[in-house]
Each structure stands twice: as structure tokens, then as C-alpha cells.
């Protein structure tokens, strides 16, 4: 009996050295169930998906697309490109098992995928979104969104609940955009709570993930209606391609972006898509790498002497450093920090880093 226990007890250690990412490396190499080759335009056999080049695919009689029967063009069947490709789809149903969600629609950028959710919106709705939030999507609120669009924007600090709710009042309010890291001050939100006063207003929630990538957190599970990612960073993980996806599990909103993707044209290729679907493949390694690098420099820089202060969520000293506990499975690997002086200093630092890209 005591040996069977020790050994027991020696398989468990076994176990947890083979795999201990959650079991998430077999849905981001399998997706979510074995491949069946017959059934996934994949006659061949090839272990890489392959990529196909095709703009136009052949129709058995016109009007009627080719292989409608396979799974990676969604009962669509392909025709053309920009409407439907087996590589894309196959990304894209790797993409959905990754964020644990029934879609994924993908685009040739981040960007590309913002504008997707929010040409969902109609002339003179309002949208609520994080007042630290990426530039670019700040940039194009501001300057394209609310001029073009006639749609407001209201920028707001999601912590100071009270003004959260007063604006939660306008009837006109229909998406709530949130970041979760933000980018570049790593706010924190809490997505569970923002999710039910969304929905208690007749009001989306969408939540930028990118900064913990699919496999730190899993907006969809606390409550999101649509969750956006940059694929551009973690998830290809190589700075060889630049992609945007929206997952989510809801038909309604899944087939709105279907239709934007086709009728704006903003689709990745399928050389991108194969390569960020390579990289999808390593997101668990990598990540986990990433965030122990990311907790050595933050506990370093934060007894810096040259070094005001450290914002990193694995940190105690992070404000929302309880939530993070309870919201994600990891801190992630972005660190804001500050340099003692002014923009000299930090000029200098930055200047005399010699072991990253600036």
C-alpha cells in the first residue's frame, strides 16, 4: 500500500511536469476536438494545415459554392477569397477553441477588428470605453469614429463607479469597450462586474484581451460578449504578421461580423493565417516563459534606486493586484515603470538597452 501510494504520488508530480499549462497546449495544437481529415478539406493527410493561395474557387453550377460540407468555411462553402478560405477557417476554429468561444472571425489587423465591432453600432448610439486605452484605438474613436459615424464617445475611468453608472444611464449607450491590462498603465477592471451592469442597461461588452493573450484570461467565461485580440502580439508571437480576431458564443452578434468581415474586405491573408496559426501552437510555452522573465525585472526594477515605480499586476503594490489573482491565471509579461528624472533620463535609459528592439 505504501508503494502504491509513493507511486501514486510520483505520477501526479509526473504528470504536472509533462503539462503544467491547464491542459490548454492540446486545445491550442488540436483545437477543440481530433482531426478527422475527410471531414476538414484536408484529404491529404498533411499534419501543417495547408495554405491556400486561391482567390476564386470552382462552382459545381453557378451559384452554388464548393464544399459547403466543410467545417472550415462555416456552411458557407468558398467562392471567393475575401468571403471564405480553408486556411483562414482553419485559424479561426483554432482561435474560437483558444478563447473557449463558439466564433472567431479573423482581420488583417486589430484595428481592422475594432472597427468590425463597431460598425455593429448604429448613427447616434454612444460608446463607453476605458479612458487608458491603446492609442490607435483612442486615435480612431476620436477621429473617425464620432466625426464620421455621429457615434459619441465617452472616455471614462471604469474605477470611479459612480460616473460609470450615471453615463450607464443614457439610453443611447450600447458597447462598453474595455481594455484589461490597459495599454501602457495596466489598469485592471473587473470584467464580471461590468458585464452585469452592461447587460443590465441592454448594453455590449467587449473586452480587449491582448495583453493577456487567450491563455492568462478568458473574458467570454466572466461574462463579455465579444472578446478582441491583436493577433499581431502574443498570439503569433514572432513580429512576422499583423492580425486582429473578435470571438464569442453569440450567433446574433457572430453572424454580424461574418457580413462585416465580407462587405468591408478587411480579411487576413492565408500566408498570415498560417503563420499565426504556427504560433497559436507555442502560446501556452511562450506565455509562461514570458510572465517569469516579467516577475524577475519587476521585483528588480522595483528596488531600483533609478526606478520611481514599478506597475506590473503580479506585483502586491499593483492597485488591482487582488483582482488579477481572481480574474486571470497569470500576470502576464507588460511591465510600465517609471525612470527618476524627466524625459532626458528615460532617454537615456532607453538608449542604453541593449537587449530588445526599441
Known amino acids: 500500500m505504501v508503494v502504491d501510494e509513493e507511486l501514486d504520488k510520483c505520477l501526479s508530480q509526473a504528470m504536472w511536469d509533462a503539462d503544467p499549462y491547464r491542459g490548454l497546449g492540446t486545445t491550442y495544437l488540436h483545437g477543440d476536438k481530433p482531426v478527422n481529415d475527410t471531414e476538414t478539406g484536408n484529404p491529404t493527410g498533411a499534419v501543417v494545415f495547408p495554405i491556400s493561395l486561391a482567390t476564386t ?79 490607435g484605438t483612442q486615435r480612431y474613436f476620436r477621429k473617425i469614429v464620432n466625426p464620421s459615424m455621429n457615434i459619441q464617445i465617452k472616455f471614462l475611468d471604469f474605477q470611479d463607479e459612480k460616473e460609470l453608472k450615471s453615463q450607464m444611464k443614457n439610453p443611447e449607450t450600447k458597447l462598453m469597450w474595455l481594455e484589461t491590462p490597459t495599454n501602457p498603465t495596466l489598469k485592471i477592471s473587473d470584467i464580471s462586474s461590468l458585464s452585469k451592469l452592461a ?112 506597475t506590473y499586476p503580479g506585483l502586491p503594490s499593483h492597485p488591482q493586484h487582488e483582482l488579477a489573482k481572481k480574474q486571470q491565471h497569470g500576470f502576464g509579461a507588460m511591465i510600465t515603470f517609471y525612470c527618476m528624472g524627466q524625459r532626458k533620463e528615460s532617454a537615456l535609459f532607453l538608449q542604453n538597452v541593449s537587449h530588445s528592439s526599441l
Open 199 to 310: 447587460h443590465d442597461r441592454n448594453c455590449l461588452l467587449a473586452v480587449d484581451s491582448t495583453f493577456c493573450s487567450p491563455y492568462f484570461q478568458s473574458p467570454l467565461e466572466l461574462g463579455a460578449d465579444l472578446v478582441v485580440h491583436s493577433v499581431t502580439k502574443y498570439i503569433n508571437g514572432h513580429s512576422d504578421v499583423v492580425m486582429g480576431v473578435v470571438c464569442t458564443n453569440d450567433d446574433g452578434l457572430y453572424r454580424k461580423l461574418r457580413f462585416n468581415q465580407n462587405g468591408i474586405g478587411a480579411v487576413p491573408s492565408p500566408f498570415d493565417c498560417f503563420l499565426a496559426h504556427r504560433g497559436l501552437k507555442t502560446l501556452h510555452v511562450r506565455m509562461e516563459a514570458s510572465a517569469r522573465n516579467a516577475m524577475a525585472i519587476a521585483l528588480f526594477l522595483e528596488k531600483h534606486d533609478a526606478v520611481d515605480r514599478v
Open 57 to 135: 474557387f470552382r462552382q459545381s453550377q453557378p451559384g452554388l459554392a464548393t464544399a459547403k460540407d466543410d467545417p472550415n468555411s462555416f456552411g458557407i462553402g468558398y467562392e471567393y477569397s475575401r468571403t471564405g478560405n480553408p486556411t483562414r477557417g482553419a485559424f479561426e476554429r483554432a482561435m474560437a477553441a483558444a478563447e473557449k468561444a463558439k466564433h472567431c472571425v479573423a482581420f488583417s489587423s486589430g484595428s481592422a477588428a475594432t472597427a468590425a465591432v463597431v460598425h455593429m453600432l448604429n448613427h447616434g448610439e454612444t460608446i463607453i470605453c476605458i479612458d487608458d486605452v491603446y492609442g
